[in-house]
């Protein structure tokens, strides 16, 4: 690259001259290329452990002037071939010129200015990229692609200096961590270690200290565990390495690929040394903290924060925090945890102005709110900026009032037992009357038309309870007017403000009249319903009558969803309890449905209303316990990891025990999927959610462990892991709630696990006091860094279970063993992934199907699998090797939709590797066969086609079940009826028996194909070390076949016009065929006599070795044998046609005459030399050969014999394979093979 000029003192200090004239040096640098000696190798040390090599190419022109001592470097560059380019544009341009010049300051004046003209030119077309990333980061980026192979859409995040430790010998160097990898180069005294390795193959990232290593991060793959250490900010590079591979997580998981934030806003000032990525994914790591701490929309991103602090009207206090803004919110949290926090929705602020200034409350601003609520915040560094930033959003954000808005919380406070409808906004789909508007939609699911309420079920379904006038109604009211006080002090709605003393309130039980308005404010759910109005009408209205397996999933388990309880047991509940599951199911595909959720949705309708019920819906699923709910059920899985890894930490000698049991993996699923709900009785664990809702997951690990500490004597004295689920169940069961208003409700479990005792109860307050007394230190950061650990394990526990059954499946067809067959799992899966990172919107890396089976998830385009065949074919053909990949490509993908699967490319690898003689030559022969030869690959495309049209389909059918075949009008007939499965199933059978091919079963080839075919052998031997006793043998073997084709075409022509009556009494017309039994035995005949005259033609022509004649005897005997299918009957019927018959495969006993093969064999001499003359010009159209005469001939040459019949290992082949692909793209290293599935 062209460098502005800068001056150069000492132009032989580390630098060898190497090119020279009047006005310019090529230098390279000591160390680099051929030579050097111990000057060469400190000054590559050195380059490396200083980082000289990122401002410092090897390559180097430097324009100098003879008088002056002063040297000018203007270009650099990292290869010679880039630096000749430059040194031979100033040769050809500039030289000439400069020799004009009389003063050497013109002279260097001159080349300055033209060589900034130059850099100028080029940097005008990428001048907004350019401005991106500083220009250090920049050249180590360049450096980082050309040291390990990386293309240019392979990004650099950012880079650090540090040692790998290779046994105990620290190795200091660079690492690079890129979007996609994570990349180590060290240059020590001639030492070089380069190491690469996919994020996607992290099993384990750690940050720890030892006496070995002091303060190090540990990456662990599956095959290696690798130690680096001696960073300058290890807390930095550690949670850098932790995003990446999270985000690679996030790729295996639901295929989602790194997509880079182009609107990130640039930085007030110029950033040193950080790359735009660096910054984007900077920013990502603050929104989500952002997002998770104030629970606020996935969509949410946080503009800035500042440290100020904010009046408390209820304590009058000022507490010190910090503001953090974004496009439609203002939140704050206080320094000290649950001193405070606060969130101020844009759409609520009315007033936004600075106060005056005092020396009491400098820069205070005050914000002002739709609900006549005011904040102070004062000691604000820069209050004009933040003023001015919140005047922008305020302008953006929506005039118009959303939905529900107006809904100020006025619930109906005053009468527990009122069921009046609350008022609701006309705009809310479910505001029309209790008849919802809804209801007027075509229900197809519905018995009948039973209309939802616009409320919580449990109003409408409350019995009159004695209970509402007790004392229990007292404790009720109690609470609700604890809340009013509440409310009152702290402000009610979205701007409340949340403490220590709304956590207390919470932990003694929301009042049941406030349940569904607080879940929606502590779980976020609130912001997103009023900013999306009719969202879920539209859901509802689109989801319809319309049929998945989502939707017969959600039917199966509508009535098992809280069945005890009556508001789902009438038509009212569950037609609320479907649409709100089935809207959900639209809403989010990836997920869809799981069990559990109609848990979970059934006890949320019991205290919102639909719309609010839908929402609660999304923010667990998508939010608060984030992959729960998908197929995998991903979430449940690490947070039972992080379950396991708290009982280690907090009930040390109870871990050991639960772990022998393996309790932990069942109970934890049944617990955390569905809150609890569905082991508790409804009155407790509904307190439960209350609290999950205020605290998120943590709340459920705390309870989760109180509950194992107060069973712990009787479940360190289980023997086994019934008895101890059995003492948990019972625990569960007799957790009361004293306080509930109403009535109870049977719980199922409780029928199962009573005991011979009265059962001892637990009130469920008592449980979460102590809860928070013993396990209250848990922190939500912590948890947060704990799901990412756990999160990396679990994935990977999973790719490995589908890598198993992935080869389970496909073994027991192919030839490979079970460590090949992961070899290959693995390189196919890697070759995959690459695409989704590095693809230019391929079809295979469109998003993939989860729910697909694990054979089907990955597939690869024929640009893909031609990188894997020219790498592993054992059949390398030089330059031809992409066509026959192509062919191949071609040949395996059976449904046509240019994808193929891991099965379909193992078994075409097979075919190359496994087998004999015979095996692999029949793949030859169809690599050279329509649909793998492509019609454009030969002169005559269209004659191609045609001609083997009827062949090709009958190899088809054999190898596509789900495709027609000869048997097609048949099939029709017996199809008509729906019903007649005996039929189907006969089908089937007889398609599972024709799969086992015979070699009669292959088509005949033409002339133009037999030419692809040799040209494909010419290509394979080239390279092999007895290459020209191959080439010898192919030569012969080709001549023969061209002369042997030249005489089946005389005996195919003659017979037909001499004796036209045999041919009409020895055939029949293919229908009546298949249903006559003696045409079947007649074929027959026919075609066990074909080889008999194929051996005696071969005889009598020419004076073939005694191994030809055994062969042929033995073929005709092994072709035979496969004769009775009726796929083989039917394609050797059609053989009468003369444009795709075999050679001889019309000559009866009686036809074939000795003189006639007498006059034959002399022509064949004359045939040879005019065969050979056609061969150059045109194709003969009416020429063929068979499989058996093309592997008859190959049996005669040892040479090609000893060729295919060669043991070749592919695990050799994949080695290799990960060592050179790093060249183009992809993950190995040179002394770690880290690639791995």
Request: aromatic fraction near 10%; include cysteine; charged fraction near 25%.
């Amino acid at each position: 690259m062209w460098l502005g000029p800068e001056e150069v003192l000492l132009a032989g200090a580390l630098w060898v001259t190497e090119r020279a004239n009047p006005f310019f040096l090529l230098q390279r640098r000591r160390g680099h290329g051929k030579g050097g000696g111990l000057t060469g190798l400190l000054v590559g040390t050195l380059d490396v452990v200083l980082d000289s090599s990122a401002r410092v190419a090897p390559y180097r022109i430097l324009h100098q002037t003879q008088d002056s001592q002063v040297y000018w470097a203007v270009a650099c560059g990292s290869s010679r071939k880039e630096i000749t380019k430059h040194w031979e544009w100033l040769e050809n341009n500039l030289l000439q010129t400069l020799s004009i010049f009389d003063n050497e300051e013109d002279i260097t004046t001159f080349v300055k200015g033209k060589i900034h003209g130059i850099i100028a030119e080029e940097n005008k077309n990428e001048q907004p990229q350019s401005e991106e990333d500083p220009g250090k980061f920049k050249e180590a980026e360049l450096k980082m692609r050309k040291q390990f192979g990386m293309p240019e859409v392979e990004k650099l995040v950012n880079y650090y200096s540090c040692s790998y430790w290779k046994g105990r010998v620290p190795r200091q160097g660079w690492l690079y961590l890129t979007v996609n990898h994570l990349c180590f180069y060290s240059f020590l005294l001639g030492k070089e270690v380069t190491l690469v390795i996919q994020w996607v193959d992290v099993t384990q990232l750690e940050k720890n200290a030892t006496l070995l290593f002091p303060e190090c991060i540990k990456v662990s793959t599956r095959d290696s565990e690798l130690y680096f250490s001696m960073f300058l900010n290890i807390n930095e590079t550690f949670k850098l390495m932790e995003q990446l591979a999270n985000i690679a997580m996030r790729q295996l998981l639901d295929n989602e690929s790194f997509l880079q934030d182009k609107s990130l806003p640039k930085p007030r000032k110029p950033l040193k040394n950080i790359s735009a990525l660096k910054r984007d994914l900077d920013a990502r790591a603050k929104n989500e903290c952002y997002r998770a701490t104030f629970r606020l929309p996935k969509d949410e991103c946080l503009d800035g924060h500042t440290d100020c602090t904010l009046w408390t009207p209820f304590n009058k206090m000022h507490i010190p925090g910090q503001m953090f803004v974004s496009n439609n919110y203002i939140c704050f949290a206080s320094k000290a945890e649950e001193a405070c926090h606060l969130i101020i929705p844009l759409r609520e602020v009315t007033i936004v102005e600075k106060a005056d200034s005092s020396s009491v409350l400098p820069s205070p601003l005050s914000i002002s709110t739709k609900s006549k609520m005011t904040f102070f915040f004062a000691n604000l560094k820069d209050r004009d900026f933040l003023v001015q930033r919140i005047s922008d959003f305020l302008q953006r954000t929506p005039s118009k009032k959303p939905c529900g808005s107006d809904r100020e919380w006025k619930w109906n406070l005053a009468d527990p037992g009122c069921e009046e409808v609350p008022e609701l906004p006309s705009s809310s789909p479910l505001a029309v009357s209790p008849m919802s508007a809804l209801s007027s939609q075509p229900v197809n699911f519905c018995a009948g038309e039973v209309p939802t309420a616009s409320q919580g079920l449990l109003k409408l379904f409350r019995r009159n309870s004695e209970e509402l006038s007790g004392p229990k109604g007292a404790k009720e009211k109690m609470k609700e007017e604890s809340w009013n006080i509440h409310f009152f002090e702290y402000g009610r709605g979205m701007c409340m403000y949340r403490t220590a003393k709304t956590r207390e309130l919470v932990q003694k039980g929301i009042p049941e009249n406030l349940r569904g308005e607080l879940w929606l404010l502590f779980s976020g759910a609130w912001n997103e319903m009023v900013t999306h109005p009719g969202y879920y009408a539209d859901l509802v209205e689109k989801s319809m009558g319309k049929y998945n397996l989502a939707t017969e999933e959600i039917e199966r388990d509508l009535h098992r969803s809280m069945p005890e309880h009556p508001a789902f047991q009438n038509e009212l509940g569950i037609a609320a309890l479907r649409r709100v599951l089935t809207a959900y199911a639209f809403r989010n595909p990836t997920i869809g449905y799981c069990q559990a959720m109609n848990i979970v949705t059934s006890v949320l309708l019991l205290y919102c209303n639909e719309e609010e019920a839908f929402w609660l819906l999304v923010a667990l699923c998508e939010r608060m316990l984030p992959d729960y709910y998908n197929t995998r059920v991903v979430g449940a899985l690490v947070d039972q990891g992080i379950f396991e890894e708290l009982t280690r930490e907090y009930l040390p000698q109870l871990s050991e025990k639960m772990q022998d049991l393996g309790v932990i993996s069942t109970i934890s699923l049944s617990w955390f999927l569905t809150l609890f709900l569905s082991v508790m009785p409804f009155e407790s664990a509904v307190v439960i959610v209350d609290c999950f809702f205020y605290e998120g997951i943590k709340f459920i690990l705390q309870v989760s462990l109180a509950i194992l500490d107060a069973n712990m004597e009787k479940l360190l004295q289980c023997c086994d892991e019934g008895e101890a689920m059995t003492i948990l169940g019972r625990y569960l069961d007799n957790v009361v709630n004293r306080q509930s208003v109403s009535p109870p409700i049977p719980h199922l479990h409780a029928l199962l696990t009573s005991g011979d005792d009265p059962p001892l109860e637990i009130d469920i307050f008592e449980l979460i006091k102590t809860s928070y007394e013993k396990f209250s230190n848990l922190k939500a950061d912590d948890i947060e860094q704990m799901r990412f650990k756990q999160r990396l394990k679990v994935i990977q526990s999973l790719e490995d279970t589908a890598k198993k059954s992935v080869v389970r499946a496909v073994s027991g067809d192919i030839g490979f063993s079970i460590e090949e067959l992961e070899e290959l799992y693995v390189v196919f899966k890697a070759k995959y992934l690459m695409s989704c990172y590095w693809g230019n919107n391929r079809a295979a890396a469109a998003r993939r199907d989860q729910s697909l089976p694990y054979l089907e998830q990955y597939r690869i385009d024929m640009e893909q699998f031609k990188e894997l065949f020219i790498a592993l074919t054992p059949w390398s053909c030089g330059a031809h090797t992409p066509v026959l990949a192509g062919r191949m490509f071609r040949l395996l993908d059976e449904n046509r939709d240019s994808l193929i699967n891991f099965k379909e490319f193992v078994t075409g690898m097979s075919g190359m590797y496994h087998g004999d003689l015979t095996e692999k030559l029949k793949v030859l022969y169809k690599l050279h066969l329509p649909p793998a030869l492509n019609p454009e690959e030969t002169e005559s495309a269209l004659e191609a086609t045609s001609y083997f049209t009827e062949d090709v389909t009958a190899e088809e059918t054999q190898e596509d079940k789900g495709r027609t075949n000869e048997n097609g009008p048949e099939k029709e007939e017996k199809g008509t009826s729906p019903q007649d499965y005996r039929y189907y199933l006969r089908m089937w059978a007889k398609e599972k028996e024709s799969r086992k091919e015979t070699i009669k079963d292959l088509p005949k080839m033409s002339q133009e194909q037999f030419i692809e075919l040799c040209k494909t052998l010419y290509n394979m031997f080239s390279e092999d070390p007895v290459e020209q006793e191959l080439y010898h043998a192919i030569a012969t073997v080709a001549s023969l076949l061209l002369r042997i084709g030249e005489v089946g075409k005389k005996f195919s022509n003659r017979p037909m016009r001499k004796s036209e009556d045999c041919r009409t009494n020895n055939t029949q017309d293919p229908v009546s065929e298949e249903e006559s039994p003696t045409s079947e035995q007649s074929q027959n005949s026919a075609v066990e006599q074909q080889p008999q005259a194929d051996h005696e033609d071969k005889t009598c022509r020419d004076a073939q070795p005694e191994k030809l004649q055994q062969e042929n005897q033995t073929l005709g005997d092994a072709s035979g044998e496969g004769q009775s299918s009726p796929l083989q009957l039917l394609s050797d019927d059609e053989t009468k046609d003369d444009m795709s018959m075999s050679s001889y495969s019309m000559v009866s006993t009686g036809s074939l005459q000795c003189e006639d093969i007498a006059d034959d064999t002399v022509l064949v001499g004359c045939e040879g030399r005019s065969s050979a003359a056609r061969y150059g010009s045109t194709i003969d159209t009416d020429w063929s050969i068979s499989f058996e005469q093309i592997l008859a001939s190959m049996l005669t040459e040892a040479a090609l014999v000893n060729y295919f019949e060669k043991k070749v290992n592919i695990l050799q082949k994949i080695k290799d394979q990960k060592k050179v692909e790093r060249q183009f793209s992809s993950s190995s290293d040179y002394e770690l093979s880290s690639v791995s599935g």
